[in-house]
């Protein structure tokens, strides 16, 4: 069974820098012939919305409001993802998800394309 567990969340002033993590289990990433692992958030009366995803072969995707300040990335033989973000934002504030679809390595932006989720990581950006 799939499970993913995030972990790095916290507090940080405007302008700091977090690192968030996902160690994932029950598969691995040779398992599988395509995938996406995506971060998404969401924030207080807001949708989920996707942030970062990264497909088979390492190719990348970012929501514009995090282009240039948050780096995916992972590490195939510890089975973990990984967001880096620096230059943090008030707006950044929300709660952060690790989330999985496999057999697809196109699209993965939208909740309903998503198989497995994270219980979640709280940043928290104060001004």
């Known amino acids: 069974q799939v499970q993913l567990v995030e972990s790095g969340g916290g507090s940080v002033q405007a302008g700091g820098s977090l690192r968030l993590s996902c160690a994932a289990s029950?598969?691995?990433?040779?398992?599988?012939?395509?995938?996406?692992m995506v971060w998404f958030r969401q924030a207080p009366r807001k949708e989920r919305e996707r942030v970062a995803t990264?497909?088979?072969?390492?190719?990348?995707a970012y929501a514009d409001s995090v282009k240039g300040r948050f780096t995916i990335s992972q590490d195939n033989a510890k089975n973990t993802l990984y967001l880096q973000m620096n230059s943090l934002k008030p707006e950044d504030t929300a709660l952060y998800y690790c989330?999985?679809?496999?057999?697809?390595?196109?699209?993965?932006?939208?909740?309903?394309?998503?198989?497995?989720w994270g219980q979640g990581t709280q940043v928290t950006v104060s001004s």
């Open positions: 029950g598969y691995t990433y040779s398992t599988y012939s395509s995938y996406c």
């Open positions: 990264i497909y088979t072969g390492g190719k990348v």
């Open positions: 989330a999985a679809r496999f057999g697809r390595d196109y699209g993965c932006s939208r909740v309903s394309d998503i198989g497995y």
